[in-house]
């Protein structure tokens, strides 16, 4: 799993691949984890990993389970100091610590600064960092802090191209950006479509636009990688197709996620127009791209869109996101995006006001 998506702040660094395989490993737990931040995915599957650590037959006896709004925190510390029975370890888990307030969750500190050897707690705080300070300094001390970040819009490609690879898979470029387009940045559905094309696939195989139109849905013609491809060569006849397949398919085209798509594009292009360093690594660098072949893109765009024909750009699209959302019209999301398409088309470098 790539380490950019899961951090700790405690030293050394632990990963998400790290942390998991020393789970299931068998090997001794420490007596204190800290489960925290935006990303919920790795978060709920280390939980999953950490319920599943005792034997069976040990689980009705030795694995705790609290939910902190309904938990008194003398009630999560009188466990902790309990004797396993009949086994060498017991599991306590807090959950939901991020539904409480940070002084509620900070009593926990006083266990945390001498916790029991024989006991696991895992402390759980899913879609915001925990807060306390003392407790917080005691488990780094005593213990481990995962921190689950969420991965930032232009990580995403690596992200699911690192995902792919680690099935013994490869991706076409193209069918990676219909990926990132579809799947976003919502971590389980990106694990869950990329473990079914990996099923079907086999080891060894490479994701194509053709695989994924097959079995995931997204046309391999008619997406929001072939629409900023046309637009980017100002290929009207085209754009305009793919905006009209939107509209009679708008289950699995979302005109939001489409402009988000294009205001991602055209912004970039203003970062490339801006870019001193005009070499192929100096745009990379500046634009957060890992491959040559998706700085094409932004080589055609350019010769298309001058820097006040791409500042238009983005004024448009914040107006349809304004209008689309019932703010100033009430048109149909789709026509007001098919006008869209034609502003993009007709930019001349007039911005309105």
Not at 77 to 91: F, I, K, T, Y
Not at 160 to 184: E, H
Request: with cysteine; glycine share 6%; net charge neutral.
């Amino acid at each position: 799993m790539p380490a950019t998506t899961s951090k700790t702040s405690a030293a050394p660094a632990v990963t998400f691949s790290a942390l998991s395989k020393h789970i299931t490993s068998g090997k001794d737990l420490g007596p204190l984890y800290l489960l925290h931040g935006e990303e919920g995915y790795y978060i709920d599957q280390l939980v999953d990993l950490f319920e599943q650590y005792l034997p069976e037959e040990d689980r009705d006896f030795n694995l705790y389970t609290f939910y902190a709004p309904e938990t008194d925190m003398d009630t999560v510390m009188d466990a902790c100091r309990r004797l396993p029975m009949m086994a060498p370890r017991q599991m306590v888990i807090l959950k939901e610590a991020q539904s409480i307030r940070a002084d509620s969750l900070n009593k926990l500190h006083y266990y945390a600064e001498q916790p029991v050897a024989s006991t696991t707690l895992v402390i759980v705080s899913r879609g915001v960092k925990a807060k306390g300070k003392d407790l917080i300094a005691a488990i780094k001390k005593n213990g481990v802090i995962f921190e689950s970040a969420r991965a930032r819009d232009r990580e995403i490609p690596g992200v699911i191209s690192d995902i792919i690879q680690s099935k013994g898979l490869s991706v076409d470029p193209k069918a990676l950006s219909m990926l990132r387009d579809y799947l976003g940045n919502d971590m389980a559905r990106i694990h869950n479509e990329i473990d079914k094309l990996s099923f079907i696939l086999g080891k060894g195989a490479m994701v194509t636009p053709e695989a994924i139109e097959r079995n995931i849905g997204i046309s391999k013609d008619y997406n929001n990688f072939e629409l900023v491809s046309a637009l980017s060569r100002r290929d009207a006849a085209k754009a305009m197709t793919i905006a009209e397949y939107f509209r009679a398919n708008p289950k699995n085209n979302p005109t939001v996620l489409s402009s988000a798509t294009l205001f991602n594009h055209f912004s970039n292009l203003l970062i490339y127009h801006y870019t001193r360093d005009k070499t192929p690594a100096g745009y990379m660098d500046a634009l957060g791209l890992k491959g040559t072949w998706a700085l094409r893109e932004y080589e055609i765009s350019a010769a298309n869109y001058n820097v006040r024909q791409t500042i238009e750009i983005i004024s448009a699209l914040r107006e349809f996101d304004c209008r689309s959302k019932g703010i100033g019209s009430r048109q149909n999301e789709y026509k007001l995006f098919k006008d869209l398409i034609f502003r993009i088309l007709t930019s001349s470098g007039v911005i309105r006001m």
